[in-house]
């Protein structure tokens, strides 16, 4: 929660440069992974840090700026002393809690001397373990610990009733699980996630009925956090293959959005929308969604959302059949693409870089026929991909595959497949699976071709279906 005496850090603002707060918090996971350490940084920890909201860094963000930045110190990151932290959060969080929630909360003493170096999995700093200790009491935290595997039974969850008066830490349970769902979903697939997370959906929803937001910023904030984990619980169901299911979540977001004149979350709804039509052979209803999404966007600042929602008017157009729409699309995204990123730019959208854009332009013009051109995109893709988005690059590499096979490059296409298998042990995506299954059948009539023959067996011996 933003203290009235936070201070913003400009020396870490500064150290950022002009990338933006996503790419940036790219960049943080990747120099953790460097140093086997895991943490679960995106946009929005990067703007609290900047914005003063985080005085000191957990211990395994602290390993890992210091890793980025060596020879310079904590303090010199702009970082207040941990035990000068530590005390004032330990004095301030109780009070600070019950003037956000109208309850009262105890206040959490103070620890007796520093805890050793720990890795923190999906930690998002020294604030989020008493943040966890106020939410314990109210319901979409104790769901979100007990859905997502980070705790707690759930007998203790059902046991949990909605809060008299909703305030920050409440809402910050949902924003946490959104963050917790995206990060998730990233490294492992949506399989599997879905059911789970369903359940802290409905608490946030919950939450939204009783109408007992302490504040308006504090209300406005939980309609957009119940919207965008009502799109994350959807672009689950989605990647999963439950289209119905997606469609009604999307749906549900877009609504909340309209309630809360909220434009952001009113963009990303009609972005999935969009996207999910597509893959559903809808694409009138994946054009006229994207134009949508362009119309609200537009009331941001955010060109990279922009140049996204263009990328999918292109593909709705590619299944039209209609090359001059799709060229024309696919010229305006990268027009707005190439205008950078932005400070605007929606938390949401940290996995919309250049392999994004190339793959989707390389679905364009699989779509269109033009497998050649198609393959040349999505192996720019894979090549231009951060693994720590397993599941994108698996399904890069899956696409990749099927270009190549549909292409004649059957050899390639076979290599490009061991890609995927070898991925498919993390990652659990229905999407995936489908792909692949393609790339099998396209290349079935090769069988004899030592590359295709091996890759076919391997298949066959992995397959979940069998």
Same mark, same amino acid.
């Given at each position: 929660?933003?203290? +009235?005496?936070?201070?913003?850090?400009?020396?870490?603002?500064?150290?950022?440069?002009?990338?933006?707060?996503?790419?940036?918090?790219?960049? $943080?996971?990747?120099?953790?992974?460097?140093?086997?350490?895991?943490?679960?940084?995106?946009?929005?920890?990067?703007?609290?840090?900047?914005?003063?909201?985080?005085?000191?860094?957990?211990?395994?963000?602290?390993?890992?700026?210091?890793?980025?930045?060596?020879?310079?110190?904590?303090?010199?990151?702009?970082?207040?002393?941990?035990?000068? $932290?530590?005390?004032?959060?330990?004095?301030?969080?109780?009070?600070?809690?019950?003037?956000?929630?109208?309850?009262?909360?105890?206040?959490?003493?103070?620890?007796?001397? &520093?805890?050793?170096?720990?890795?923190?999995?999906?930690?998002?700093?020294?604030?989020?373990?008493?943040?966890?200790?106020?939410?314990?009491?109210?319901?979409?935290?104790?769901?979100?610990?007990?859905?997502?595997?980070?705790?707690?039974?759930?007998?203790?969850?059902?046991?949990?009733?909605?809060?008299?008066?909703?305030? @920050?830490?409440?809402?910050?349970?949902?924003?946490?699980?959104?963050?917790?769902?995206?990060?998730?979903?990233?490294?492992?697939?949506?399989?599997?996630?879905?059911?789970?997370?369903?359940?802290?959906?409905?608490?946030?929803?919950?939450?939204?009925?009783?109408?007992?937001?302490?504040?308006?910023?504090?209300?406005?904030?939980?309609?957009?956090?119940?919207?965008?984990?009502?799109?994350?619980?959807?672009?689950?169901?989605?990647?999963?293959?439950?289209?119905?299911?997606?469609?009604?979540?999307?749906?549900?977001?877009?609504?909340?959005?309209?309630?809360?004149?909220?434009?952001?979350?009113?963009?990303?709804?009609?972005?999935?929308?969009?996207?999910?039509?597509?893959?559903?052979?809808?694409?009138?209803?994946?054009?006229?969604?994207?134009?949508?999404?362009?119309?609200?966007?537009?009331?941001?600042?955010?060109?990279?959302?922009?140049?996204?929602?263009?990328?999918?008017?292109?593909?709705?157009?590619?299944?039209?059949?209609?090359?001059?729409?799709?060229?024309?699309?696919?010229?305006?995204?990268?027009?707005?693409?190439?205008?950078?990123?932005?400070?605007?730019?929606?938390?949401?959208?940290?996995?919309?870089?250049?392999?994004?854009?190339?793959?989707?332009?390389?679905?364009?013009?699989?779509?269109?026929?033009?497998?050649?051109? @198609?393959?040349?995109?999505?192996?720019?893709?894979?090549?231009?991909?951060?693994?720590?988005?397993?599941?994108?690059?698996?399904?890069?590499?899956?696409?990749?595959?099927?270009?190549?096979?549909?292409?004649?490059?059957?050899?390639?296409?076979?290599?490009?497949?061991?890609? $995927?298998?070898?991925?498919?042990?993390?990652?659990? +995506? +229905?999407?995936?699976?489908?792909?692949?299954?393609?790339?099998?059948?396209?290349?079935?009539?090769?069988?004899?071709?030592?590359?295709?023959?091996?890759?076919?067996?391997?298949?066959?011996?992995?397959? &979940?279906?069998?």
């Amino acid at each position: 929660m933003a203290s +009235s005496r936070a201070v913003p850090n400009h020396a870490f603002r500064q150290l950022r440069g002009r990338r933006s707060p996503g790419e940036f918090a790219a960049a $943080v996971r990747r120099a953790a992974r460097e140093i086997d350490e895991q943490v679960a940084c995106d946009a929005r920890y990067i703007g609290r840090v900047e914005a003063g909201e985080i005085r000191c860094p957990n211990y395994a963000y602290e390993r890992v700026f210091l890793h980025m930045f060596p020879g310079r110190t904590l303090t010199d990151l702009g970082f207040s002393a941990r035990e000068q $932290v530590r005390g004032r959060a330990a004095r301030s969080t109780g009070a600070e809690a019950a003037a956000g929630t109208g309850a009262e909360v105890a206040p959490v003493p103070a620890p007796q001397a &520093p805890a050793p170096p720990t890795t923190h999995h999906g930690d998002t700093g020294e604030e989020s373990d008493v943040l966890r200790r106020a939410f314990m009491k109210s319901g979409p935290a104790t769901v979100a610990i007990v859905t997502l595997g980070l705790g707690g039974t759930p007998a203790m969850a059902s046991a949990v009733p909605v809060p008299r008066r909703v305030g @920050a830490a409440e809402v910050s349970a949902v924003e946490e699980t959104v963050r917790r769902i995206r990060l998730l979903d990233d490294r492992h697939g949506a399989d599997g996630l879905y059911q789970r997370a369903s359940r802290p959906l409905r608490a946030a929803y919950a939450l939204l009925d009783a109408g007992t937001a302490t504040r308006r910023s504090t209300a406005d904030r939980l309609h957009a956090g119940a919207g965008e984990l009502s799109i994350s619980v959807g672009w689950l169901a989605h990647d999963s293959g439950r289209f119905d299911d997606a469609r009604s979540h999307y749906a549900e977001a877009l609504a909340t959005a309209r309630l809360a004149g909220d434009p952001a979350l009113e963009a990303h709804a009609f972005c999935n929308t969009s996207f999910l039509a597509k893959d559903a052979g809808r694409y009138r209803e994946a054009v006229r969604a994207a134009q949508a999404g362009r119309r609200a966007g537009r009331r941001l600042s955010s060109s990279r959302l922009l140049s996204l929602l263009a990328l999918r008017e292109a593909g709705g157009w590619a299944g039209l059949g209609d090359r001059t729409g799709c060229e024309q699309a696919l010229s305006l995204a990268h027009g707005l693409f190439d205008r950078g990123p932005s400070d605007a730019d929606p938390e949401w959208m940290s996995f919309f870089g250049e392999p994004e854009l190339e793959a989707l332009e390389a679905h364009c013009h699989a779509t269109l026929g033009d497998w050649a051109r @198609a393959a040349r995109h999505a192996y720019r893709a894979t090549v231009l991909q951060d693994p720590h988005f397993a599941r994108n690059l698996a399904l890069y590499r899956a696409d990749l595959a099927t270009d190549l096979a549909r292409a004649g490059s059957h050899d390639e296409a076979a290599a490009a497949g061991h890609q $995927v298998l070898d991925a498919l042990g993390d990652v659990q +995506s +229905s999407r995936i699976h489908a792909r692949i299954a393609a790339t099998v059948r396209l290349l079935l009539p090769q069988r004899r071709l030592p590359e295709v023959g091996a890759f076919l067996d391997r298949h066959a011996s992995t397959d &979940p279906r069998r």
